[in-house]
């Protein structure tokens, strides 16, 4: 008997500039803002932010005339970075690994936003641009998870809300 292929699984975002542009506009915020973040190895100041900014910008074509920069992504972004939980994530020489892609055992995709790897353990960090929701922690914790798996030592889990800003940790 013939094993049966695993389900393959398509997640799609109803997104149409017809139906809401003002949401296609917050998501499209939240992709550069989230393209920035990788593009951020280390945060000094403002200005590696705003390197960071407009390599997302570029990457994905965007006219950033239509955008205030400074209201839209450079402040939020300074903010959350500032945070003192924060900084240490985005010192230069802290070893991490950006937009990370692991596979569950049910062969779900997954993308972990950044995972800083420490001596003992690690750390887990999903970045929201949006309001706050319960699945965000349930996402950090499987996650989390994922990330012992992998490299078989304990992880730490942390929600970082961009327009807050504020840093959840999730136990």
Not at 72 to 86: I, Q
Not at 146 to 157: S, T, Y
């Amino acid at each position: 008997m013939a094993e049966r292929p695993r389900e393959i699984k398509i997640h799609t975002h109803p997104l149409s500039l017809v139906q809401d542009p003002e949401r296609v506009r917050l998501a499209q915020r939240g992709e550069l803002i989230h393209r920035a973040l990788f593009f951020l190895d280390h945060c000094s100041g403002r200005e590696d932010i705003e390197r960071a900014i407009l390599r997302a910008f570029a990457l994905h074509g965007i006219d950033r005339e239509r955008w205030d920069v400074e209201k839209d992504f450079l402040g939020p972004l300074w903010a959350a970075l500032s945070l003192p939980e924060v900084r240490p994530w985005f010192e230069r020489g802290v070893k991490s690994l950006r937009e990370v892609e692991v596979i569950d055992a049910q062969g779900e995709l997954h993308r972990i936003d950044r995972l800083i790897i420490g001596e003992d353990a690690l750390a887990v960090i999903d970045f929201k641009v949006a309001r706050r929701e319960q699945g965000h922690r349930d996402q950090v914790d499987l996650y989390q998870g994922l990330a012992e798996a992998v490299f078989r030592r304990p992880a730490k889990g942390y929600l970082l809300y961009i327009d807050e800003p504020a840093v959840v940790a999730v136990p």
